[in-house]
């Protein structure tokens, strides 16, 4: 049985680097799949992060893009979240999840798939 | 970019069947598969419906999925309804390499 656990500070400081760990038990990440981050402000829906494919390719939301890196550490096979200059509107739940029967469009774009297999969520709270 | 619209909130009595629209920006919806998640209070969200109309094994054939091009929508009906599929209810596709979350329903069954 294949499980996922967000692990990782509750509590950041303005203007610092958000890290998270999603530890994979049951299933090697480094031969199959998407692994990909999520996450819910409070009483909001749910907003995309990113995604690694399994090779290390990454894939990240335009809007986060440039404070975000992804991944992989099959040493532990566990993957990883770092989202820098956070700020209030950084807090929220965050989710790992696993994708599933992706594919690659006619142009090469990662399309298809759907979200599997969801960690418990760990929230992550922005505050000085 | 392309967005994807849900009603805020629908209700409904137990029994009944329900249909929970999802609406895309631009472009044609059908390009790309629609998933429908369901999320309770507290909980990780779950798949009940991948690829526009199929469901994971496990999730009762009560729901279902369907794409209409002509409206450029994707929906998601819930028959039988149970006090249990009270919840929040996400729609989701894809755009280029990025993965499209619509706003959520609330769904009171009542």
């Known amino acids: 049985q294949v499980h996922l656990q967000e692990s990782g500070p509750g509590l950041v400081k303005p203007l610092e680097t958000l890290s998270l760990t999603c530890g994979v038990s049951?299933?090697?990440?480094?031969?199959?799949?998407?692994w990909d981050w999520v996450r819910q402000s409070p009483g909001k829906g749910l907003e995309w992060i990113g995604s690694i494919h399994y090779s290390g390719t990454t894939y990240a939301n335009p809007s986060l893009k440039s404070r975000l890196t992804i991944s992989l550490d099959t040493s532990r096979n566990q993957f990883s979240l770092k989202l820098s200059s956070v700020m209030a509107a950084d807090t929220a739940m965050y989710y790992c999840a696993r994708r599933t029967n992706f594919y690659y469009d006619s142009s090469s774009y990662l399309t298809g798939g759907y979200f599997d297999l969801w960690g418990r969520g760990t929230l992550v709270t922005v505050s000085s | 970019n392309f967005m994807l619209t849900q009603p805020h909130s629908v209700s409904e009595s137990p029994g009944k069947t329900v249909t929970i629209s999802c609406t895309g920006s631009s472009g044609s919806i059908a390009s790309n598969f629609v998933q429908w998640y369901l999320q309770r209070p507290g909980s990780a969200p779950t798949t009940i419906i991948y690829h526009d109309d199929q469901r994971p094994s496990g999730v009762p054939d009560r729901f279902s999925g369907s794409v209409d091009r002509s409206s450029n929508s994707a929906s998601l009906t819930i028959s039988g309804l149970k006090t249990e599929d009270e919840a929040d209810y996400y729609c989701?596709?894809?755009?280029?390499?990025?993965?499209?979350f619509g706003g959520g329903t609330k769904l009171t069954v009542l």
């Open positions: 049951g299933f090697s990440i480094s031969t199959g799949y998407c």
């Open positions: 989701q596709s894809y755009d280029s390499n990025n993965v499209i």
